[in-house]
């Protein structure tokens, strides 16, 4: 094992043995969290990321997707109540071609494959209920095709041919609209669905496509278009109406000093209307001309006479010359022709009401009949139909104002007192954070520093003297700077029964035991650089 790693392992375990009880107890806890950590972080890491493979199953194409999985051991997990299946990315495609070349998902056959499927034997029913089906699934694939669309189901109702009745009743159309969550379809795509589905279909008007959603709520109805229920183009006619309308005043009076209220009433029903005008073309030649001319001449006879009772002529008297001239013209002018087709659509605007209140404060200089006149432009208002538009100045209440301005003042201020209790919960945990790692860090000094404080210990080795001889000049030891030691004289001990004299210690003991007194206080005095040196002493002395 390398010299530093065995140095370090050497520290450690001194290190923990100088710890107590309670700090094994923690530096053990502190390391298991560490362990546990880095393995849920490398855990984590290391886990795959996983793709969809297939989205919007049925229970039974989900189920055999599955067990298709679990034999070529790839593994997946399930989202979505179970209806989507995710894989590790770099499986995504070869699971998908596996799961193609065995049938998986299966489809339902719908649109014109089901006519693939009719046989030669198939009856005049099978066909046009097949064909019809085939309709309704080709128009719900295309309407699923549009962006915000879940799901979609269309049933078609297309009366049948038969000369056995005058008028053929009309093709009509239901369309049930699934939308994506969170999505709300718009009117114009109402519409768009409405004139595809009506397109699509021989005979089929725009008017009989009933469009509802997943929610319930109508979207077109059969007779009143793609707009919704009168009462749904009133109010969309009233709130048009009043921005128009505001937007006009609060030009001139400034925002929030008028109000406006429309009352609109529209029709609830829809109506086909047909109108002829005729009227004579000028400057045009005759389409046909024609003169019928009688003259006559001549003498003799008598004169006819006033017709009598029974109806026989009474003779005149007298006879004379007498004639006869008449002429007669014809002429057949060309005449204007116009036929007029009128759709009379549902909601149209029978009669409607304005109402403007001026804030009084705000109405200074203000010329009411010139604020009449632009409201009556801004909505179109027609005399001739009965509509009314009333302006008037009068005194707003503040009492709303007052309570909003106070609610956002003390809304303000809960925001403000959030933000400090937030910052001053930061402040908190910072600090409590910073007194943590500082009393670590000084929990560890102190154990360090106990640590290095050894007491000298007595071995048996020194030996004790009256009186000490006079130093002995020795050669200085390498390394750090030692401190002096002063020797003084050290006193008799207590007199001691008479002991056989011993030898006294050559030159080579007392320098020995004058460079041990030396190392001692150099110890005592800087513990952690005698530390430091003798480590270096170890690490030099080791072999390589």
């Known amino acids: 094992m390398p010299p530093a790693i065995s140095q370090f392992f050497r520290k450690l375990g001194s290190g923990m043995q100088a710890f107590s009880p309670a700090q094994r107890t923690l530096a053990i806890l502190g390391v298991a969290v560490i362990v546990l950590g880095g393995v849920a972080l490398t855990a984590w890491l290391g886990k795959p990321a996983y793709s969809p493979l297939f989205s919007g199953l049925k229970d039974t194409d989900a189920n055999s997707i599955v067990e298709q999985l679990r034999k070529d051991n790839i593994p997946y997990e399930l989202s979505n109540g179970g209806s989507t299946i995710l894989v590790p990315e770099d499986k995504v495609y070869d699971e998908r071609l596996k799961a ?49 669309v879940k799901s979609a189901a269309v049933q078609l109702a297309i009366p049948e041919k038969s000369v056995f009745v005058a008028t053929t009743p009309e093709a009509t159309a239901s369309v049930f609209v699934e939308t994506q969550p969170g999505t709300t379809l718009s009117s114009d795509k109402v519409q768009a669905i409405v004139h595809l589905t009506s397109a699509a279909i021989e005979n089929l ?156 404060s705000a109405a200074g ?37 007052d309570k909003a301005a106070e609610a956002l003042g003390s809304a303000q201020a809960d925001a403000e007192a959030a933000k400090e209790a937030a910052l001053m919960n930061t402040l908190i ?43 002995i000049p020795t050669p200085a030891i390498a390394g750090p700077p030692t401190t002096a030691i002063e020797l003084t004289s050290i006193q008799p001990a207590a007199p001691l029964e008479p002991t056989p004299a011993l030898p006294l210690p050559d030159s080579d003991a007392l320098d020995g035991e004058l460079k041990r007194a030396q190392i001692e206080a150099m110890v005592a005095d800087n513990p952690a650089r005698t530390a430091e040196y003798l480590r270096g002493l170890m690490d030099e002395r080791q072999s390589v």
């Open 100 to 148: 193609a070349a065995a049938g998986l998902p299966t489809a339902a056959a719908t649109g014109y494959s089901l006519l693939d499927k009719l046989g030669v034997t198939s009856s005049e029913f099978q066909q046009s209920v097949t064909y019809k089906r085939a309709l309704e699934g080709e128009l719900s694939t295309t309407i699923q095709a549009m962006d915000g």
């Open 365 to 401: 200089g203000v010329n009411i009949d010139s604020v009449r006149s632009l409201v009556t432009a801004a909505a179109g208002i027609n005399t001739a139909r009965g509509d009314v538009v009333t302006v008037e100045v009068l005194p707003f209440s503040t009492a709303a104002a």
């Open 205 to 360: 008007k725009p008017t009989n496509v009933s469009v509802v959603d997943s929610q319930g709520n109508v979207l077109s109805t059969v007779g009143g278009g793609a707009t919704g229920s009168s009462s749904k183009q009133a109010s969309d006619y009233q709130q048009r109406t009043s921005d128009a309308v505001r937007t006009v005043l609060d030009s001139v009076v400034g925002p929030g000093n008028s109000t406006v209220a429309v009352a609109a009433d529209v029709t609830a029903e829809s109506a086909q209307q047909r109108s002829e005008t005729f009227s004579p073309a000028t400057n045009t030649p005759a389409l046909s001309e024609s003169t019928k001319t009688e003259k006559y001449t001549g003498t003799g006879g008598g004169a006819a006479g006033v017709l009598g009772p029974d109806n026989i002529a009474v003779p005149g008297g007298t006879s004379a010359n007498g004639s006869y001239d008449s002429s007669d013209t014809t002429e057949n002018n060309a005449v204007n022709k116009v036929t007029e087709d009128r759709t009379i659509p549902q909601g149209a605007v029978k009669r409607q009401t304005i109402s403007v209140a001026i804030n009084q």
């Open 429 to 471: 945990m910072a600090g409590s954070i910073l007194l943590a790692a500082i009393a670590l860090i000084v929990t560890v000094l102190i154990i360090l520093k106990r640590r290095q404080r050894r007491e000298p210990v007595d071995l048996g080795e020194r030996v004790e003297y009256d009186a000490l001889p006079e130093a």
